[in-house]
């Protein structure tokens, strides 16, 4: 349960104000069709976040567990102060399809998920974790939780939430948790 918690609270935190939240305000305003474009963002999300999951797995398979301890503690740090810049989405990133709003949602999204923080962030959780599915559950649920209200609410709700804030709290949050972390280390 830690895993999947831990998991949904930083990729919703880290979520906020990130450029696959800002896709998802563009789509929506672009295509129009919520409910396709929320199942091409889970679709997206689960896919992207079990290969980046099974990778994390899979490096920590390889690692010894301090080396693995101080690594995912770094990392979460670093996360922590990637978070505070704000991610930007020029107009060229979004991609338009003829294959209706879900089929273009599900490319856009996993294409810009890629090396982004919450991906990379899946990674680590997934490394940090002995429990593959509840990471990829977690992470896949605070995409969701960030951006559904995105997809539904659009332009109005991010007027109107102070992003500043929430991304220095998930800052925060993985800072808070990459010290944890090393704080373990050696234990």
């Given at each position: 349960?830690?895993?999947?918690?831990?998991?949904?609270?930083l990729v919703a935190l880290a979520e906020i104000g990130d450029k696959t939240q800002l896709l998802s305000f563009v789509l929506a305003a672009r295509l129009r069709r919520p409910w396709a474009i929320v199942a091409g963002i889970f679709v997206a999300t689960?896919?992207?976040?079990?290969?980046?999951?099974?990778?994390?797995?899979?490096?920590?398979?390889?690692?010894?567990?301090?080396?693995?301890?101080?690594?995912?503690?770094?990392?979460?740090?670093?996360?922590?102060?990637?978070?505070?810049k704000p991610d930007t989405l020029d107009d060229d990133d979004t991609p338009t399809s003829h294959g209706g709003a879900f089929v273009t949602t599900l490319v856009a999204f996993f294409i810009a998920e890629m090396g982004d923080k919450t991906q990379f962030a899946t990674v680590?959780?997934?490394?940090?974790?002995?429990?593959?599915?509840?990471?990829?559950?977690g992470t896949t649920v605070g995409m969701l939780l960030a951006n559904v209200p995105a997809v539904?609410?659009?332009?109005?709700?991010?007027?109107?939430l102070p992003l500043?804030?929430?991304?220095?709290?998930?800052?925060?949050?993985?800072?808070l948790t990459g010290g944890a972390t090393l704080l373990t280390a050696g234990a």
């Open positions: 349960m830690d895993a999947f918690l831990t998991s949904t609270l689960l896919a992207n976040h079990a290969l980046a999951g099974s990778l994390g797995a899979w490096i920590a398979s390889l690692l010894s567990p301090d080396v693995l301890r101080w690594s995912v503690g770094i990392l979460f740090i670093a996360f922590g102060l990637w978070t505070l680590a959780l997934a490394a940090r974790f002995d429990a593959l599915a509840a990471v990829v559950t539904l609410i659009g332009e109005k709700l991010a007027k109107k500043d804030w929430i991304r220095r709290l998930a800052a925060l949050v993985f800072i």
